[in-house]
């Protein structure tokens, strides 16, 4: 039997004791017992011990265990809220590129009609609704010129003020949105619009003033949001001057209706109009100012061998363009040009020695200023001088006013395209920006893909880098890791080529490392005139981001430029974008090791469990075996399994008898050795020559040398050359050295 118990000393100190006993029958009635009683206290204690520590193991795993899995759904979450942003600026940009082309529509025509169906075209291709209507404003009215999608037509003529949100969007001249026509009080439901729950007002604003209302309507409640009064406001603006052309180019078209009818009526006078037509004709073909004040002179002046002069007014004289000088009271006659200008009525003085703004002047003549108005706006004034007094009957009169008005139209027409290549540029220069946009966009989209492929901090930093000089015109980028403590190089690039070092060492006091202690990006568009810098000795701009996420620094990236730059709002906006995302893919960079490390932690530990639970099985099956064998050489090649089993890393192994007294010893086993030799069983090895055995039976310690080749206590022969690392022990009782391991 066997059994493990425990017991005091005399001295009331607890042991655990281990009996194996053999138990047999000699003969009838006698028996024999044969047994160990060991003292296994240390081994028990060293067993509780790896239990205890087991537990806490077990508990300290489940805890990390824990930790991973929350970890793991917040990355989740941020995976769901990225993928929602993307669905939304997808959204966003088919809904941008919807109104695009709209808008693009509405470029293309000057026909008021087909102008009010793209725009309700339009609603119907981009917002969800199922009633459209088009309000322009006449005089205190609201006029509908355009509806769809109602059960019955709505009123035509609406006054302003008759309902009040309309006269709320006129007034502040924004967006109004009715979440909820029930519970909204004010809202004027007749039966046209009584099946309404929800409406957006958009105001058409034109030279600040709005001109018309755009309203969408819904049945459900809450149908629209502010984004959707963004967009459609934006839209509404191109929306107003496509309107407006149209209405100016109908007053043109019915203004060059009712020209001809006059001109067909007073045909008596095709020879005096000739000039006027031909001058028409010119002013028609041009464009630029100058050339038209010479038509008007050169078509007035043979018919009146007068003085005639132009001149444009646009809330003051700015110039003019004269066919003959004469000196004739210049302040004088500034001020009746002015006086026409601002009645933008004809002026006549028959004669100039008997009027009251000439009275102190000796001169002689006429003068008969015209003003030059188109659609109530004062262009210009037409001054016809005379070198004698004469009256002005209404047909003179007339025939130049005929001339102002087409010289009004020239004008006009000249500064329409002037306004329309204005508007053509910024048209062309709106498409360069969102094509540069789409292109910033496509690029931000796929580094988020590349920066969330990959968890490796050089990799990212280099990504980053790369866009970032896609991104903005720039000469050179850097990136740093910040981990609120220690600022680390990532990666700078310049001229295509990733560097492992910065373009120039960092100061303490210079713009990196301040950056990084503030936590806030600092924009320098010229270094010579900077006070981080060496004020005319730094030449260049640079932009330094803090990468932050949740608030908190994960790095920096720097952009800079050779020369003085400004950098402008966009090129910051996206600059940031990048910064975000880079700030992000080291955050989850960071967890990544974290977790890692927490992993082979516990790995680690589990390893370590696992070989002291080897080490614990082996001593216990060897403290066993050794106590139940009596036979010497089997014993010895139970304590060379023993080894084995505890140290596995070994190549060779042997057991030496030793003489105490004599110090000579004999390998009475060994295991290994027939691979580097000879057998060694049986060798005779004189102890007291060896310093290793020496300084053995001297502390009665083991003996450990790591590397033999620095090791004094080793002795080097050609047929222990191959041995690199050695551990000798002693095995001793009462302090006498029976055998060395």
Known sequence: ????????????????????????????????????????????????????????????????????????????????????????????RLLAEALRDSIAALNNTLNIDEVLDV????????????????????????????????????????????????????????????DDTQTYKKWSGFGAVG?????????????????????????????????????????????SIAIQNAQLYQQAQDEITERKRAEADANQRRNELELLRQ?????????????????????????????VEVYLYVGAIRSKSTHQAENIGVEQYIELTEMATRTAKVHTVSDISQHALFNNLDLKGAILSIPIVTNKRV???????????????????????????????????????????SEISERKRAQADSQRRSTELELLRRASLRLNATFDLTE???????????????????????????????????????HDQPLSPLRPDGITYTVAKTGESIVVHDMSSHELYNRGKNKGAIVSFTLKVQGN?????????????????????????????TAIAIQNSDHLRMLELQIAERKRAENAEREQRVLAEALRDTAVTLNQQLDVSE?????????????????????????????????????????????????????????TKQQLFHERQPILIEDTHNSSLWIHLDETKWIRSHISLPIYVEDTILALI
């Open 1 to 92: 039997y066997k059994v493990e118990y425990q017991c005091n000393t005399a001295d009331q100190q607890q042991h655990w004791l281990s009996e194996d006993v053999q138990v047999r029958q000699l003969t009838e009635g006698r028996w024999q017992l044969v047994g160990v009683c060991l003292d296994v206290t240390d081994s028990k204690v060293a067993e509780m011990a790896l239990l205890e520590a087991n537990d806490q193991l077990e508990q300290r795993v489940a805890g990390r265990t824990l930790e991973l899995s929350q970890a793991n759904k917040e990355l989740q979450q941020e995976i769901i809220e990225r993928q929602r942003a993307e669905q939304s600026e997808r959204e966003q």
């Open 119 to 178: 725009v309700l075209d339009a609603m119907k291709l981009t917002i969800d609704h199922e009633g459209a209507n088009i309000m322009l404003i006449e005089d205190d009215t609201l006029i509908v010129v355009r509806q769809r999608g109602y059960p019955e037509l709505l009123p035509v003529v609406i006054p302003t003020k008759a309902i009040e949100d309309l006269d709320l969007v006129i007034k502040s001249r924004s967006a109004v949105i009715i």
């Open 195 to 239: 099946w309404v729950r929800s409406n957006i007002k958009i105001p058409i604003i034109h030279n600040d003033e709005v001109i018309g209302i755009l309203n969408l309507d819904s049945k459900n409640p809450h149908q629209y949001h502010t984004e959707h009064a963004e967009l459609l406001q934006i839209f509404a603006n191109q929306a």
């Open 279 to 307: 001058a028409n004709l010119d002013l028609t073909t041009m464009l630029d100012l100058d050339k038209i004040y010479e038509v008007i002179v050169d078509a007035y002046s043979p018919h009146l061998f007068a003085m």
């Open 379 to 421: 262009f210009g004034v037409l001054n016809a001088i005379y070198d004698i007094p004469q009256q002005f009957d209404p047909a003179k009169i007339g025939v130049l006013e005929l001339l102002a008005d087409q010289a009004g139209i020239a004008m006009q027409n000249a500064d329409y395209i002037r306004q329309i290549e």
């Open 460 to 498: 990212i930093v280099k990504i980053t880098a790369d866009v970032a000089l896609q991104l903005i015109d720039a000469e050179c980028a850097h990136l740093f890791i910040y981990d609120g403590e220690v600022l680390e190089f990532g990666t700078a690039m310049w001229n295509k080529v990733y």
């Open 553 to 581: 620094t994960r790095g920096e990236m720097n952009i800079s430029y050779f020369s003085h730059h400004y950098s402008t709002e966009s090129e910051l906006r996206v600059i940031g974008l990048l910064g975000d995302q």
């Open 635 to 691: 014993l010895y090649d139970t304590i060379l399994t023993a080894v084995e089993q505890v140290i596995k890393v070994h190549d060779t192994a042997s057991i030496i008898s030793v003489n105490d007294e004599t110090l000579m010893g004999t390998v009475v086993s060994a295991r290994g050795f027939e691979q580097y030799g000879d057998p060694i069983d049986g060798l005779e090895i004189n102890l007291d020559s060896n310093p």
